[in-house]
């Protein structure tokens, strides 16, 4: 089983966390929101379910058909997915924040930790974000023009420059039903 975790000296610095492994929430409430990821040809690639607790956002991800590797994994400024998901703009920063979960003043509010696709390219990973919210606060994810996860085709370097590369899925993120 693979399973990253951030050490206490960095979540000091870093407002979000991920573990890769089983601790999915099955069974237990239902998602707030969703986004169905789609590759750039339209491909169901996966979904994240999330849910608000009361330290943030549970971005709980399940997703196939990547890559071997890490990938950046954030929240774009924008609810859309359109061609080469340029269209969803750039990482959600409602604040003045850099870029990247080691910035000393804090990172931009979409910027989340990377997630990773096993030899089959398959992730599983539950992500949390104590800045973002979905419709209240200083960083909804659910604002007048919504707001969307990308995954990027390699791992971001959490500094300044994000390295993560091109865009390789989109979900628009949406209110669960």
């Known amino acids: 089983m693979l399973r990253t975790t951030l050490t206490a000296a960095t979540l000091a610095l870093v407002p979000a966390?991920?573990?890769?492994?089983?601790?999915?929430?099955?069974g237990a409430a239902s998602p707030a929101a969703m986004a169905t990821l789609m590759d750039q040809s339209?491909?169901?690639?996966?979904?994240v379910e999330i849910f608000e607790t009361v330290?943030?956002?549970l971005f709980q991800v399940e997703a196939s058909g990547l890559p071997e590797g890490g990938h950046g994994f954030h929240v774009h400024q924008t609810g859309t997915c359109e061609g080469d998901f340029t269209s969803a703009g750039d990482h959600y920063q409602p604040g003045e924040n850099s870029h990247g979960l080691m910035a000393e003043e804090g990172a931009h509010a979409g910027d989340l930790p990377n997630v990773f696709a096993g030899p089959e390219g398959n992730v599983r990973a539950d992500l949390t974000s104590s800045v973002l919210s979905l419709e209240d606060g200083e960083a909804p994810v659910m604002d007048d023009d919504g707001s969307a996860i990308i995954v990027h085709e390699?791992?971001?370097?959490?500094g300044a420059e994000a390295g993560a590369g091109?865009?390789?899925?989109?979900?628009?993120?949406?209110?669960?039903?």
Do not use: F, M, N, P
């Open 55 to 57: 330290d943030g956002l």
């Open 17 to 26: 966390t991920a573990t890769l492994a089983g601790s999915h929430t099955e």
């Open 166 to 177: 091109g865009r390789i899925a989109c979900g628009v993120i949406e209110a669960a039903s």
């Open 154 to 158: 390699s791992a971001d370097s959490y």
């Open 42 to 47: 339209g491909a169901e690639v996966g979904q």
